[in-house]
């Protein structure tokens, strides 16, 4: 029989975390799409994301069945984007800091769009929904190493999710503080760490000679 979940954030009942999820109001309003398998996975952040901001929409994507949402940016979401700017690294990407206030590109809050996948998933995501190639791409740089300590990272400058969402904010948005949202993440992962216990966290996640 399987454990029953909380209906927010789909954790089972004895680890639900909606009471550390922190409300934050955002001008720059946050799409998501988010992976099937991604979707899957148990201490997803992008979910905290949803949880914590004002505006802020997610919905999930199978890559296999691209056909399912033929007018991804029109109809996959609450209402049509608005001059969307895909949040995502690359050789033509553009700084984030270029949407900021002091930016070439400064204009009125337009709106943000994230991939939550691993890396070759959301190439995957790329290949067979087009409509994301199009647009204009701004990626993150200059940034702490990430505190999703429960997650091997692909490379040292690789961050989950959640905490694309708030830098990218916290560039764009003078107010409010966005950084209180990943301690919900952080609340998440101690409590990940404790049930798993010290050595095997050490013998798995932490890098180098143990």
Not at 2 to 8: I, Q, V, Y
Not at 35 to 55: C, F, K, M, N
Not at 117 to 136: H, I, Q
Request: glycine fraction near 4%; proline fraction near 10%; hydrophobic fraction near 40%.
């Amino acid at each position: 029989m399987s454990r029953a979940k909380c209906p927010a954030c789909f954790r089972p009942a004895a680890y639900c975390y909606c009471a550390h999820v922190h409300k934050v109001v955002n001008t720059w309003p946050v799409f998501i799409v988010q992976d099937v398998r991604e979707s899957r996975h148990p201490i997803g952040t992008a979910r905290i994301a949803a949880l914590s901001l004002g505006q802020a929409e997610m919905v999930v994507l199978n890559p296999e069945k691209p056909e399912s949402i033929p007018d991804l940016l029109g109809e996959a979401f609450s209402r049509p984007l608005r001059n969307p700017a895909l949040i995502y690294p690359g050789a033509n990407a553009r700084p984030v800091t270029d949407l900021s206030g002091d930016g070439p590109l400064a204009a009125e809050p337009r709106d943000l769009l994230f991939i939550d996948a691993s890396w070759g998933r959301s190439l995957r995501l790329l290949n067979v929904f087009p409509v994301l190639t199009s647009l204009p791409k701004f990626a993150l740089d200059g940034l702490p190493a990430s505190r999703y300590r429960i997650r091997r990272q692909p490379s040292n400058d690789a961050m989950s999710t959640l905490e694309a969402i708030v830098y990218t904010l916290q560039q764009v948005e003078e107010t409010p503080d966005f950084s209180v949202m990943l301690t919900t993440m952080d609340w998440i992962v101690d409590q990940q760490i404790k049930r798993m216990g010290n050595k095997v966290y050490r013998e798995n996640y932490v890098p180098g000679p143990q």
